[in-house]
């Protein structure tokens, strides 16, 4: 989130759209309704199924799922045509104004530098008209047709309330009456915020999405003001925590993999730091140099020297284009490119896109670990035949298959210390309330006694790649469990000669004189000691910050990019409201996302972007600098603004013997998977109380596809794609509304997750139904809006 | 000092039907989580059960095009006049409190069911296992000592709220107010009016059509009922003959009474 959870009470309108805070964050809600109580907020909830947060909201918006984007350009055409941006904020804190070279262009839903036959763009074109000194070009009257405010008039001139209308399925009245009350926050004195979870994420469009609704607070000023932001509702108690240090496909801190063509720190380090774009951009990061060289310093301690580049030799180095997220690397254990798989805190079978696909992915493996709580159908993959009945068909029986499989009892989140980050960004430190039953034991622990023990075999055997395992600092108290305390106190960082804690990243240092092992989190642990661990109930400024309650990342920074909540001169948009201000010597409040004792004239307000101010135009994303409306990958309709380029041209689509694609002739229903208040993921499902309060795996259908069909509420129901089939009882409702679009009807299936073939309730896995096609930049799988058929059994 | 009159408030407006309150319910009571029963709803069960005091409802509706999803939280209504107690016949088997909380004693129900034909809502459920009536107590226990019950300790939305029921009369005329001045001109409050106003009171949006949220409209104690302890009182009076009846009638109805906490689900 750029703001928070209890921010949400200073807003005056709640967009919830590509999630269900209702239902899947039901405790952080009560901001929501605090909001709507105390400030007369009003919630606008877009989503193609009438949801419990729709049950709560003053207006309800349907929309034909995998158009987002459609809408939301709908609602940036409809601020800028009817005058209602708030135009002195997008002058000040954003790129409207910066110059697009002339070679740019968007024309039948591609943008320059499309070779059609490689399928890939050229970026050259995405740039922005530079200066002598290297700086970009501007037009402070944003009179030019080619600065980029202009460029995104022109750009979205194109999704007219009616376009809305025929893409999303609602009518333009509905959209115009939502439009109404999200762009009234588009001036000093109101403010709107927007809530999404998986429901944007989960598209082979997804970053874009997101794109676009930043580019819509920007529009309408609501970026770094208490109660605006865009916000991600992030789904596991930890998740945050893991993108934060690098799960994915970072480093810590959100530093980049290096990669082959990397094969120098220095030409890691050139390819990585970004030069500043305006002369007043503070460029923040322009201090990776910092940033990487602590990072390696907190990984292999006294053998990083500056001799050796610090050790980045020893790092390992993706390929040059080698995309290593979920899909890709499934796909090649698909192909019998890999031999052995560790799965911690995750149930890929369940989770991943085409389940057949995974289970067969998993049987080429030599061998498996699985480090959980439960025996999860990942770790029973084996069995899948036997237990997943008749929705594998194509699948081996247990004897054929050689994988090797080991499951380790992991402590579960109450059987162990450490911190939490929520989407908040607040690290909270916990204690164990249990130890682990029997021979269960903390991931940490399980971790670093494998460590231990392939060190020991490269010790005593060698072999390939030894050197980086060796001189791994690794020096806690007791080698095989180290304390939380002292593997988080690494992570803050220390100063290499005294050993202390560095107070935050401002003290890093490029010449191997400090350690921090990720960045973002350098501050949490200081000489003061362990700050995630605060509890304080201190509200200074009255907006809810608690800037004694844990620690916020970055620098304890409860809002992200306050320093735009002030015009130019550093006044308030609204003084009624505001997170910092200017004393005439300092900012005060809230920790400035600005250096805390520059005048406000000195940087730009976004001080960790070269530009020095946000961007409406980028050309960091794969399919484009601006967003545009592509339909997913399986689609019951063409796209109507450019048929010819109907769903995102850079989309991975995977194509193994297991992929396949259907059409709507053959699937003419469009599907979407989610989840419910009741469970959690698919873990619950195991635990006494969850199973009593959703006991059964369903499928909601519109009533006029169950009429249509002869179902009744109850029925048994048959839903295939082209992967795979589920089956389950009907629930048979008319909040899941027909849509017209382009003329015709469409419905939508919901399914929901948190079945499978183990646990103490069981039901198909909707992952069965679900495409391997991908989101370019960040690898997410498309589960809202592929194709189904149904049938009644 | 008479002792003040606890009640619970309802405000259906920001139920988000979590269920957190049904949890909190069975954990309190140490009910064993069972299954629950698909009714093509969200619902966890189609209804109360012996062992499910607090079931949220979920009631779908369409008019003028346009869906609700109203949820509303459905258990005893701790009546100021209550039906049950009215047509019970075994002494001590139902209490009303000086809090004015009804409390059900088992261990002198003798499991007769007349308080379920006395309940204006509905609510009674009798246990085929322990052949005893069951039902929400607003956690007596957790109100005496100092406690809030674990339904409104849990809700995280505040739509459930404890207190003195003057107090919450108050909150739930201002909410009320709220309300309308937020366009929904049919607001109002649902306090039981045939019984003489409940210690549970909801807040609707639409209060002249409570059916829309499962509530009855018009909750009375059946004229049985009222008759049995109404002009005909002297026969409950009679109270040590109809204590001595009553145990016979169970004794010869479900045999000699056994104490089995694990029966008691």
Known sequence: MTNGWCDIANTDVVLVMGGNPAENHPVGFRFVMEAKRKRKAKLICVDPRFNRTAAVSDTYVPLRAGTDIAFLGGLIHYAISNDLCHMDYVRVHTNASFLLREDFHFSEGHFSGWDAEKKAYDKTSWQYELDGAGYAKVDETLENPRCVYRAMKDHYSRYTPEKVAEICGCTAD???????????????????????????THHSHSVQLIHTAAMLQLLLGNIGLPGGGVNAQRGHANIQGSTDMGAWNMLPGYLRLPRAQWQTFDSYLKATTPKPLRPNAMNYWGNTPKFATSLLKAYYGAAAKKENDFGYAWLPKLGETENQSWGFFFDRMHRKEMHGFISFGMNPVANGPNTEKMLEALANLDWLVVVENFETETAAFWNAKQLGEKFYPRYVDAKSIQTEVILLPAACFAEKDGSFVNSSRWLQWKRAAVPPPGLAKPDHEIIARIFMAVRALYEKEGGAGKEPLMTMQWNYEQPLMPSLEEVAREVNGKDAATGQQVPGFAALKDDGSTSCGNWVYSGSWTEAGNLMARRGQEDPTGLGLFPNYAWSWPANRRILYNRASNDADGKPWDPTHATIRWNGTKWTGDTPDYKADAEPHQYGAFIMLPEGVAKFFTSDLAEGPFPEHYEPMESPVKNALHPNASANPVAPVMKSSADSMGTPDKFPYVAITYRLTEHFHYWTKHVASGSELQSNFFVELPEGLAKEKGIKGGDVVRVSSARGSVEGPALVTPRMQPLKVAGKTVYHVGIPIHWGYVGRV???????????????????????????????? | MPATTVAKLIDTSLCIGCKACEVACQEWNEQEFTLGVFNNTYQTLPDLAPNFWNLIKFNEQVEDGANSWLMAKYQCMHCADPGCLKACPAPGAIVQLPNGIVDFRQENCIGC?????????????????????????????????????????TCPTNCLTFGSRTDLVELAAQRTEELKADGFQDAGVYDGPGVGGTNVLYV??????????????????????????????WVANAAFLGTAVGALLHYLKFGPKETHDDEVH
């Open chain 1, 174 to 200: 509905e959209f115009k009456k939502a439009a109404a009350v999200i762009c009234s926050t588009g001036r000093a004195g109101r403010v709107g915020t927007i809530l999404y979870a998986l429901g944007w």
């Open chain 1, 762 to 793: 069981r039901g198909p896995l909707v992952n069965n139904l679900t495409p391997s096609v991908f989101d370019p930049n960040s690898g997410t799988p498309e589960y809202k809006g592929f194709l189904v058929n149904v049938e009644k059994v």
């Open chain 2, 113 to 153: 069911g007349y308080c379920i034909t006395g309940c204006p809502f509905d609510v009674p459920r009798l246990s085929p296992t322990t052949k005893k009536v069951y039902k929400c107590s607003l956690c007596s226990d957790r109100v005496g000592a100092g406690m809030t019950p674990a339904c409104i300790r």
């Open chain 2, 204 to 233: 609707l949006k639409h209060a002249s059509a409570p059916e829309k949220y499962g509530l009855p409209k018009d909750p009375r104690i059946p004229w049985t009922v009222s008759l049995w302890k109404g002009p005909l009182k």
